[in-house]
């Protein structure tokens, strides 16, 4: 059944962001209705999210009253996502006010329900909204954390509106799982690897690999939003943009991932390799473009990279949740998940996460599965669905070790 998504639109500049947040959700098949504040159609008018979401808007509790739309809508609803959430709309929400058609909707909806704050720095910040926040978060609410950046006017700092790709993600992620976002990360400082190293063979050649890094921001996003203070180190990703509230160091080759790696290790209580490292490099880098001279061309020389992985896990601090990824093919010595065993033991790391690779899973594509390996001999299925969803799940399993 299609999914009946209640989009709620506080009264903030990035209220023009929700009609890109609303198309995506319609073209990833929701039935959205749209639900502005009063001071939400100042910013956008109410035609747009009509004609976007082909069904009608309104802000109060007085039209169409003969359906009783007050109650209904948030009684029917899967999910209901305010984006942007302002100061005044979380305070309206936390003090349960059922002053207009959307706050009287959250107070009728029993989904789950995602705030994407937008505000000034000092607003975020400012203890009345601090509490606003928690008392919605201690009710199950999912608050995300505001991204950081260039908000109204010449000013930056955290209040930014996460991207309407991240929340419509984060939609996705909680139709698929309701509890997918609990605060179990507070005060744990993760770091994660993603996207594939480029070893250069001249200045303008590399070897690369087809990671396209989505799996390790999944795991960077889900973390920042269950509360972790996180590290994405990041080689080569599809154009994915940074992820809220996370602090992202980017590099190039395989060695200069390893390095990273180091430096942000230090003092974290878990690490997650989701990269795809380049097991070789080419021996020398030329320092001129390798030209086509007729001749046949030189055969490239490879030597191999350091294994990032073992070498954690061989630094690890204790206490430290290391975490692997191995994309598998079967064979005829065995199917993925045997080669995944045997991985699991020859990198010494706490879980590994295994990938059968093909199927519409893993590479370049959306969605993913295939099973968590623990070194204490726990073996979970992680069932087909977005890489937030198996995110989710790895974390999960790194939170039970943390604790
Ligand atoms: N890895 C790493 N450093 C490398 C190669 C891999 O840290 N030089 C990490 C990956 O990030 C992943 C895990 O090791 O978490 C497994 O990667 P994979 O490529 O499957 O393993 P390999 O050791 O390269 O084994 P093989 O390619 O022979 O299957």
Redesign the pocket.
Known sequence: MTPRVLLGVAGGIAAYKSAELLRRLTETGHSVRVLPTASALEFVGAATFEALSGQPVHTDVFTDVPSVPHVRLGQQADLVVVAPATADLLARAAHGRADDLLTASLLTARCPVLYAPAMHTEMWEHPATRDNVALLRSRGAVVMEPASGRLTGADTGPGRLPEPVEIAGLARLLLERPDALPRDLEGHRVVV?AGGTREAMDPVRFLGNRSSGRQGWALAQVAAQRGADVTLVAAHTADLGDPAAVHVVRVGS?RELRDAMHTAAKGADALV???????FRPVSLAEHKIKKDGAEPAPVRLTT??????ELVAAREPGQVIV?????TGDDRGDALHHGRA?LAR?GCDLLVVNAVGDGVAFEVADNAGWLLGADGTETTLEHGSKALLASRVWDAVAARLR
Request: charged share 25%.
């Open positions: 690897s395989a390799m989701a990269a795809a490292v380049a097991d990279n350091p294994d990032v992985l073992v692997g990824f191995a994309a598998e991985k990198k």
